[in-house]
């Protein structure tokens, strides 16, 4: 009976969950039929993550000590995760490092933001222990604590420069291009980078973003948006939400006390932390796809041992701790590839013009896919048991599978090599015509830097 009720209180949730993803879900259709410019970043990095410091943290802040608990989560679930959650998280940090990184640390800032997010959570988890934060009367005030990120976000922000790969192949400013390389390089030459950004320039046949309904008909990239689709819906199947949304329920059916779960949940916390910095600082030497297959192949072997030992419980004393273990393992499996590395080939996949909507497909099947694992997981609990875990077990495999024999390795590669390694699969040839005048800018080195050549600026006025 308490298991029913529990489910039925799950369900509950779920329905309040729902009209954010609705919101999200209509974002996206409209995006895709009216061909609109919502794009993770329709004027660059800084305006769009400024515009998101500045709402987000209203609903938490202004609303925690005046409306009831339940109102105050429900709208301010509906607007952190929708604005910061999905598109500054998920969209355009990602985006940003990926353009701005060097293509031999691409992996390692790629993974970044997975790990902060980690860490955020962590530290959200520690502010919630009974013994801190976690008392009924402290709510407002831990809800509130959102405002000091968002802050230094404002603050800091302002200070950074747009992505040099925007500004050059978009805005088509190689000043402003070289000023933002200088700025992020400290003391390389840029020479070489530049010429890069104008390879990548001459290989599209448009510097326009495309949208959604446009990524969707372009045949030259089937197979990237075919991957994006699979691995992304794939990371949110393969069972880590179903571990995230239930650990509690999980800890409590193991046989660990009611007054320990929260201690406990703080430690999987810590191994999120953990397990992504391992991949961070892993990725450049053994590449995207083995971290990836090792990691859900990690996961999938943990679904299968919290079957077995759900199934032998009753009859083998140690079995609880051996789905606990279990436990830890998903999550570290998941935190350490395809947490991070997803998010990373969505935006290494994709050449300038189609990452925008490559990211807002992503974003949009992590969320979908997250709701419904959120959703469907009670029922399928309960009509299938400890089996349930069998299904995120296949669903691992099923991915594990494509990225072996499909996604090629792109560790450091450039994003016109990445597209070339398709262009076979996708029966297209990559086409070359110039765009614009800052094709034909050429540097020359100057005190470590690149500069443009006066002569050449005087051809192109």
Sequence with gaps: MSFVLSAVQDLS????????LSGLFLCCLLQTVFNLRFTPCPSGFRDAALTEAVYAPYPVSGSSYSLPPFVCLAG??????HRSGARISLSVVPMFLGEIAPKNLRGFLGLMPSIFICLGV????????????????FWPLLLSLVILPTFIQLVFLSWFPESPRYLLIEKQNIHATITALKWHRVKCNIQAEVEEMQEEQR????????????LFKDSSVRWQLITIIVVNAGMQLSGIDAIWF?????????????????YTTVGTGAIEVIAGLIGCFIIERVGRRPLMIAGLSFMCICCAGITFSLQLQTHVSFMHYISVICVVGIIAGFCIGPAGVSLLLTGELFKQSHRPAAYIVGGFLNWISNFTVGFVFPFLQMSAGAFCYLVFCGVCVGVVLYVYFVVPETKNKTFVEISQMFALKNSHEIEKEPLAITDQLSLKKMNGYGSVVSADLEKSC
């Design 122 to 137: 962590f530290i959200a988890q520690v502010l919630g222990l009974h013994e801190i934060l976690g008392k009924e009367e």
């Design 76 to 81: 301010a679930r509906t607007c952190v995760v």
């Design 13 to 20: 949730l779920g329905f309040c969950l729902y009209p954010q």
């Design 246 to 262: 239930y650990t509690n329920s999980i800890f409590e059916n193991a046989g660990i006390p009611a007054h320990q779960i929260q």
């Design 203 to 214: 290989t599209l046949t448009s510097v326009k973003t495309v949208s959604v309904l446009q």
